[in-house]
């Protein structure tokens, strides 16, 4: 097979480390004493299925490289009746420790994950993708907020499964359904009426389809991809990978529709309806920049919330500076809007142990506020100015405080801090790691009583800036140009408009047991 992609490529420096290094490499654990105190399950996946009969396991981990951004806590995937390939820390750093295991698989079809959790400890056991008793392997990104409900069917059936992992319980409701129907769209509708929760799944069976199912409600992104000159059908989280992979994006996967590739090609059916509740958050923090999601390019929805900003809070100041990365476009468009320039006056150190990482989905606040100390202030571009912070979000308020204190340290005079996400109040049961009330700054500060600007006063203070502009649900939908009833917002609103049921409120220890 032909090798695309730079020195860069994974599996490109896995074939050279392999030469300088002929005995099998241990794939680095990251520290569980850490990461096993708290944790979150947002992730990404991917299913691919080469017509042309070609092996898939490279651009697997190409794909799951490209999505690297949606969890950084484990990787792995499944083909067709071979062992599933697992490992702890990042897909680069993996696929070159398993370089000769990866490379050995010459199936034309299979599955892959990167992991960033909200339910199930760091370990390797709940790595996806996971075994369904030898039936097939399943990944999902997402959170299945009423596990309660599942377990007592299934455990029946299957009394040794781990309940503690929903995905694993969702597989073998799944299977259940599909031994009675012998029709995997049947299976999933009866499913989809059991499940509470959020799922963007992909699954490949020993029969050797590749599956793929995203929630009625749509929660999480899912699309659908074609690569002309390896006649190869792909699903992925993000169109990213698809560019990663050369491949072209043929449309999102909708909401409720299963897609299944096998040797005829492509089959879509829907499986469930219910009105849409797209992730707000996805927008603005979560998802890759370059990725267009249901039809939206992320890139321009985050230069859109600036420019919102910049009308809603017109701040007078001498500079806007992103916090990076996720809130650069936003800057961008502040920045357009106001006519203050925009410069980069917080760098990430990237060659720092955990410099490139994203702070929000690190395990714990250790780690979070590692990264923090990681990202540096440019003196000449704050030094004796009033400067305007543009973040994507303000969740526990660790970081904005340490990034207010380092510029006030680099000499800024002002700092105002404008935020496009609307105050978070609420966790998240639809797969993102906001668990508890009691860790989400804004609660902390006011409950759930106080306007918006009744409320960014408060948190200036919290924080440490002169002036605090949070976005709101209005001005988020704007932005990203989605309709307000299309969206969810219910760490905002405290609404769980988009599940069968409300959710049973855990502390974190219980998410994680
Ligand atoms: S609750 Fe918030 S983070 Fe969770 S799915 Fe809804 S908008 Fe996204």
Request: include cysteine; charged fraction near 25%; aromatic fraction near 6%.
């Amino acid at each position: 097979m032909t090798l695309r992609g730079s020195n860069n490529d994974p599996i490109v420096r896995a074939k050279d480390r392999l030469l300088a290094h002929p005995e099998p490499i241990q794939t680095p654990q990251i520290n569980l004493e850490h990461a096993s105190r708290a944790v979150k399950e947002h992730c990404g996946v991917i299913g691919i299925y080469s017509l042309k009969k070609e092996p898939v396991a490279e651009r697997i981990v190409k794909g799951l490289a490209a999505l690297q951004h949606r969890g950084q806590e484990s990787w792995g995937l499944a083909t067709p009746n071979e062992p599933i390939i697992k490992g702890l820390g990042l897909i680069g750093v993996g696929a070159a420790a398993n370089a000769r295991k990866i490379l050995r698989l010459e199936s034309n079809r299979g599955i892959g994950h990167i992991r960033y959790s909200t339910r199930g400890r760091t370990n390797l056991e709940n790595a996806h993708p996971l075994d369904i008793h030898g039936e097939f392997a399943i990944a999902q990104n997402g959170t299945i907020a009423n596990t309660e409900d599942l377990e007592p069917l299934v455990k029946g059936e299957f009394p040794i499964i781990d309940s503690n992992s929903d995905t694993k319980l969702a597989g073998y409701r799944l299977l259940q359904h599909y031994r009675r129907e012998h029709d995997w769209t049947r299976a999933f509708t009866r499913l989809a009426k059991e499940i509470s929760g959020s799922y963007s799944f992909v699954i490949v069976t020993h029969e050797g389809e590749v599956l793929a199912a995203r929630d009625e409600s749509g929660f999480r992104p899912l699309c659908l991809g074609w690569d002309e000159e390896t006649q190869t059908n792909i699903v992925a989280s993000e169109s990213c990978a698809l560019t990663a992979l050369h491949a072209e994006l043929v449309r999102d996967v909708q909401p409720g529709e299963l897609v299944r590739f096998n040797e005829d090609g492509v089959t879509v059916t829907k499986f469930a309806e219910s009105p849409h509740h797209h992730c707000a958050f996805e927008y603005t923090y979560f998802a890759h920049p370059s990725s267009k999601i249901d039809d939206h390019y992320v890139y321009e929805a985050r230069r859109q919330l600036g420019r919102v900003l910049a009308r809603k809070y017109p701040f007078k100041a001498d500079v806007v500076i992103p916090v990076p990365d996720s809130a650069r476009p936003a800057a961008l468009g502040y920045s357009e809007e106001s006519g203050i320039p925009m410069e980069e006056g917080l760098m990430k150190d990237r060659y720092r142990r955990k410099g490139s990482l994203r702070s929000f989905i690190e395990p714990t606040d250790e780690s979070r506020e590692e990264i923090v100390r990681e990202i540096i202030t440019i003196r000449p571009v704050v030094d004796g100015k009033n400067v305007i912070v543009v973040d994507d979000s303000i969740v526990r308020g660790t970081s904005s405080k340490n990034i207010v204190r380092a510029l006030r340290d680099a000499g800024a005079k002002k700092v105002y801090m404008v935020v496009t996400f609307p105050p978070i109040r609420h966790p998240c049961y639809m797969g993102i790691d906001f668990p508890t009330h009691d860790e989400l700054l804004a609660t902390r500060v006011d409950g759930d009583t106080m306007s918006i600007p009744e409320l960014n006063a408060k948190v200036a203070n919290e924080i440490g800036v002169d002036g605090l502009g949070y976005n709101d649900i209005e001005g988020l939908s704007k932005g990203i140009g989605l309709n307000q009833n299309e969206m969810c917002f219910a760490c905002v609103t405290g609404e769980y408009l988009g599940l069968k049921k409300n959710p049973v409120l855990r502390t974190r220890e219980e998410m994680k047991a």
